[in-house]
């Protein structure tokens, strides 16, 4: 993760997230007479965030389609999407943010060459979670929905 960084070790929080109980009411539709849960998981950080923190790796599987996948996020090239749906991770928690609520991470695509002196090609691509404001311990993290944009390679 040194890259994704760029060599700031102390901005590296990613081993600081966790999903953590709590009571609430779901969001959740049922299928039945049933009601929802109100013992909720959310992504949360353990300890103070700052703007710019790197906070993990968004799992997923990268796909070209022309057609967007269920649960899947637009790469940086026109048909590239992100899938999360098959790769489960605490990130692919993350709870999306509803039009007009705020949020504190992004997601930001980045294109990875990890041969030494070479910089003129992209071997794989990755989407990093970057805090966007501070963030108390065991505030909830609420990402962008995948309509509003996500930032695109290293920017």
């Known amino acids: 993760m040194h890259s994704s960084i760029k060599g700031q070790l102390e901005r590296n929080k990613s081993t600081y997230i966790s999903l953590v109980p709590y ?43 022309d057609q967007k996948p269920a649960r899947a996020i637009r790469g940086p090239l026109t048909d590239l999407w992100l899938g999360y749906s098959e790769v489960m991770g605490k990130l692919s928690k993350i709870k999306v943010a509803k039009a007009g609520q705020r949020t504190n991470v992004c997601l930001a695509w980045e294109g990875v060459n990890e041969v030494k002196g070479d910089k003129s090609f992209c071997q794989y691509l990755r989407v990093l979670v970057i805090a966007t404001r501070h963030i108390h311990p065991f505030d909830q993290l609420i990402r962008p929905s995948p309509g509003a944009g996500t930032r695109r390679w290293d920017q």
Not at 43 to 61: S, T
């Open 23 to 65: 009571k609430g009411q779901s969001e959740k539709r049922t299928f039945s007479n049933k009601t929802p849960s109100t013992e909720l998981l959310a992504v949360a950080p353990l300890v103070a965030v700052a703007p710019g923190d790197f906070l993990g790796l968004f799992p997923g599987r990268l796909r070209y389609t």
